[in-house]
């Protein structure tokens, strides 16, 4: 004989375990959602920094806005290259990259103009007069 009360709590059960899994698509569901969209929305602006400063040490990249606030984009160690990306909300206009080494070593780019953000920087801080290419 069935007793009502194991009916009432396997009941209880089951509907417990399927809004958990409800809860859990919907979870799944944005998360996909959230990065379906990151994906989608414009990508920042690569900049392609290959630290050849000498002496060797390693550099902290900055961008420089025209106002003169600095935004820090990463580090680059001595001898290496690395691509760094800055966000995409940035306003069009002209803007600077910095490098800035522990002793305090500035080396300030030439403008680089931002007018997509397809825009890839490629900057050498120790190459002679600190030689910035920029590709489309």
Request: aromatic share 2%; hydrophobic share 40%; proline share 4%.
């Amino acid at each position: 004989m069935r007793r009502s009360g194991d009916g009432n709590s396997r009941g209880l059960v089951m509907r417990g375990a399927v809004a958990v899994g409800a809860l859990a698509l919907v979870a799944v569901s944005t998360s996909c959602a959230m990065m379906h969209g990151a994906r989608a929305g414009r990508p920042g602006l690569q900049v392609v920094v290959g630290n050849d400063v000498r002496p060797a040490r390693d550099v902290v990249v900055f961008l420089e806005r025209p106002n003169g606030v600095r935004l820090r984009l990463g580090s680059v160690q001595s001898d290496s290259t690395r691509t760094l990306t800055y966000p995409s909300h940035l306003d069009q206009g002209e803007y600077q990259l910095v490098a800035l080494d522990d002793a305090g070593v500035t080396v300030v780019s030439q403008r680089v103009s931002l007018s997509s953000n397809e825009q890839r920087v490629v900057w050498r801080p120790g190459a002679r007069n600190a030689t910035t290419g920029i590709l489309r």
